[in-house]
């Protein structure tokens, strides 16, 4: 079993539509959680943290379950700006960050 | 506002051939890190280091090697070049504390025919 493993879509909104992702994770002594955002052929950039209360900014939502160990992130809204490759990442106590495979999102017209 | 600075972005190398890949950051980052990413993958860790001098293996270090004389300079270096060493190679760095979110350089996208 990986230890982040991801649906790796692709899913296909259109512009408007509400969409989650979910993400799960293998250890259970995982710390930190965060979503970073992928577009193709660039840098993986830090798009939340992942909060144990669930956090949001703006039109995004992550929550993160620890009973059952999982992740996960709701777009609201979507725009066509948001299509990109979501990467769920859990950061082990070692400082070690461990990376999903990704969710690809494209968000259509 | 440079960040993390990758060299270079683009390179074609023959079986057998060494290169190394250069990352420099200038936030005064503790941690460094090298990635490889493959096509449809998600990133893998090849090697850390927590400081300058320190240096450790991630999930595939295999082929590889790095160093780590300066707060500002981790280096990754190939020696004997391998097709399965295809791949596109990012450079991060992050601040000690473990809820700190790494930032990522824009990366090497190496080719080995």
């Known amino acids: 079993r990986k230890e982040v493993e991801q649906d790796p879509g692709p899913f296909n909104v259109p512009e408007g539509a509400t969409v989650a992702f979910n993400c799960t994770y293998s250890n259970s002594a995982s710390q930190s959680f965060f979503w970073y955002r992928q577009d193709c052929r660039k840098e993986p950039k830090l798009l939340m943290s992942?909060?144990?209360s669930g956090n949001e900014d703006g039109r995004f939502t992550a929550q993160l379950n620890r009973a059952s160990q999982y992740i996960s992130l709701l777009i609201r809204d979507s725009k066509l700006s948001d299509s990109a490759t979501y990467l769920c990442v859990v950061l082990r106590v070692s400082n070690m960050l461990t990376f999903g495979g990704g969710t690809r999102l494209m968000v259509k017209p | 506002n440079a960040g993390v600075t990758q060299t270079p972005k683009f390179r074609i190398l023959k079986i057998g051939q060494s290169m190394t890949l250069q990352c420099t950051q200038d936030m005064n980052h503790n941690y460094m890190y090298w990635y490889r990413q493959d096509p449809g993958m998600g990133l893998k860790l090849i090697y850390y280091s927590v400081g300058a001098g320190i240096t450790d293996k991630g999930e595939v270090p295999n082929g590889y090697n790095v160093s780590r004389s300066t707060t500002e300079d981790f280096p990754l270096r190939l020696e004997l070049a391998a097709p399965s060493q295809t791949s596109v190679y990012f450079c991060a760095s992050s601040r000690a504390l473990s809820n700190q979110p790494q930032h990522f350089g824009d990366g090497t996208r190496l080719s080995i025919l």
């Open positions: 992942v909060y144990s």
